[in-house]
């Protein structure tokens, strides 16, 4: 049965000094982390010097957020990450109230400890990302609908409404949410019932009414979020990969924790529907959990998934398998425990030199979170020596990169259109009118070489700048390396058929970004 003992519970009183703890200890991992932006947490720090009611990729929170965090406490990487942590411990707390909801107080604490010592969660506090923003509204959705279903009022309908629109402004994954509703509507005569009353139409017209001018804005800009969201689907070319069914089940273990995810496997495997208790709780938490894996699933054999794309399948996850796991005590402290050591490798490796978090493995993902504050100063002194008009970069980590760490400057930083249109927001700003008189190259990729070369009447090489990323354990010196050119006169050919086939078979020596000994 439902607990309905008060928050000053032992339970609540225990998972509130825990989630305390780890919000301490993240803040503090934040404030000593000494990696720079990633290219994403850079693109959402310039969407949020402007207010806006959508951006490029992405719905507008999690410039929102930035932005309030940067006016608090200026323009630096802590401020840009800072409200990570507060953030997810916010969405452990909502899943505390659901599972004791739904369950027990016990059954919540052990929700919201899964869900806190979640790996991805772990890492996602150390970063800012759409998914950190969205997890405190997906959490709050889950006990409101439930809170809904047992006969709350309309406050408690406003507030799902509210919180649904606000899961929508953060990130479209918020749209499985309502599929689930939709699911337990249809399996779940007491949630149909609450869902098509009054309370649910006023819950609908509150969604509604927050994300209307998101849509508005989008339809004044020719549906920029609304059409990178489709084009990041991959749905083109060859379409089944069942080979990626490995990788997403692997990546998931990593998402939800080894142990959780197994034991969610194996309950789902030996999941029998019932008629009362838990298997109602059940039944509905599975509307919530099973259309993203299944959904995200077919989406990396169809083409392609990255890890956290079916993140939203496990707020509801961590409360099906706390009930599962509240009369196996050693498989949740397995499943914690192995959560923890993850955790504490998320945390620890990237405050190693760099030699040590190479013999992790993970050396390559933080490599992108390196180096450049010192590219930004060298670049641009390079500009200013040459007199350039402007900066242009041929890969779009290179312009965020730049962007936030030379924010200062003087000198346009400009991303060369590869196509004949903008791919990313980085090309938002095309090169052209005074800009365009010489301009300093700054190439990362030696095959987009020749076709950069084809916009210019002069290119004229420059230099090199070799930024060094840190020491490999087997004493090589790993660099980011920029050629750099002079350029002018730039006319660009159009993006045809013909200019593709021109550079066909044209390659350009890159030299190793980690060279061998001598």
């Not at 914690?336 to 490798?345: H, Q, T």
């Not at 420059?462 to 090589?476: E, F, H, K, T, Y």
Request: aromatic share 10%; net charge neutral; proline share 6%.
């Amino acid at each position: 049965m439902p607990d309905t003992s008060l928050p000053r519970s032992p339970e609540a009183r225990l998972i509130l000094a825990i989630l305390a703890a780890l919000l301490a200890l993240r803040v503090l991992v934040i404030l000593t982390s000494p990696l720079n932006l990633y290219a994403d947490e850079a693109q959402y720090w310039r969407w949020a010097q402007e207010l806006a009611w959508g951006y490029y990729s992405k719905p507008p929170m999690i410039a929102w957020v930035i932005h309030a965090t940067t006016a608090a406490f200026g323009d630096t990487e802590q401020a840009v990450r800072i409200a990570a942590p507060f953030l997810h411990t916010a969405a452990a707390g909502c899943l505390f109230l659901a599972g004791r909801a739904m369950f027990s107080a016990k059954t919540g604490l052990y929700a919201a400890l899964l869900y806190a010592a979640m790996p991805a969660v772990t890492l996602s506090s150390t970063v800012l990302s759409t998914d950190g923003v969205l997890m405190p509204f997906w959490c709050a959705a889950l006990w409101l609908a439930w809170r809904l279903r047992a006969g709350g009022g309309w406050a408690t309908a406003a507030a799902l409404g509210l919180v649904l629109g606000l899961g929508i402004l953060s990130k479209y994954a918020m749209l499985y949410f309502l599929v689930g509703l939709g699911l337990t509507a249809l399996l779940d005569p007491v949630m149909r019932r609450a869902l098509l009353s009054l309370r649910g139409a006023a819950m609908i017209g509150v969604v509604l009414g927050v994300i209307a001018p998101h849509f508005a804005w989008n339809a004044a800009n020719d549906f920029q979020t609304v059409g990178h969201t489709v084009d990041n689907a991959n749905l083109s070319g060859d379409l089944f990969h069942p080979e990626n069914a490995v990788k997403f089940i692997t990546d998931q273990m990593i998402v939800f924790g080894p142990v959780s995810f197994l034991a969610l496997l194996a309950g789902l495997a030996g999941w029998r529907v019932k008629t009362e208790g838990e298997g109602v709780q059940a039944r509905w938490l599975l509307c919530f959990i099973l259309p993203v894996l299944v959904f995200i699933l077919g989406q990396a054999i169809l083409s392609r998934a990255h890890a956290n794309w079916a993140a939203t399948a496990y707020p509801g996850a961590a409360i099906l398998v706390a009930a599962w796991f509240a009369g196996r005590k050693a498989l949740l402290w397995s499943a914690l425990a192995a959560n923890a050591a993850i955790a504490a490798a998320f945390m620890i490796v990237p405050l190693l030199p760099p030699a040590l978090s190479a013999a992790s493995g993970m050396d390559n993902a933080l490599k992108r979170t390196r180096g450049w504050e010192a590219a930004a100063e060298q670049v641009f002194a390079e500009a200013e020596r040459l007199g350039a008009t402007a900066v242009l970069v041929d890969e779009r980590e290179v312009w965020h990169g730049l962007d936030f760490y030379a924010r200062d400057r003087a000198i346009p930083l400009i991303s060369w259109r590869r196509y004949a249109g903008p791919k990313s927001f980085s090309e938002h700003a095309p090169l052209e009118g005074a800009a365009a008189d010489r301009v300093l190259v700054v190439s990362l990729h030696p095959a987009m070489r020749p076709k950069l070369r084809s916009d210019f009447s002069v290119f004229e090489p420059a230099g090199q700048i070799r930024i060094p990323l840190g020491v490999r354990s087997n004493g090589c010196t790993i660099y980011r390396i920029f050629q750099l050119y002079a350029a002018s006169g730039y006319d660009p050919s159009p993006r045809s058929e013909e200019w593709e086939k021109r550079f066909e078979g044209q390659k350009e020596f890159a030299e190793p970004p980690c060279p061998a000994k001598d």
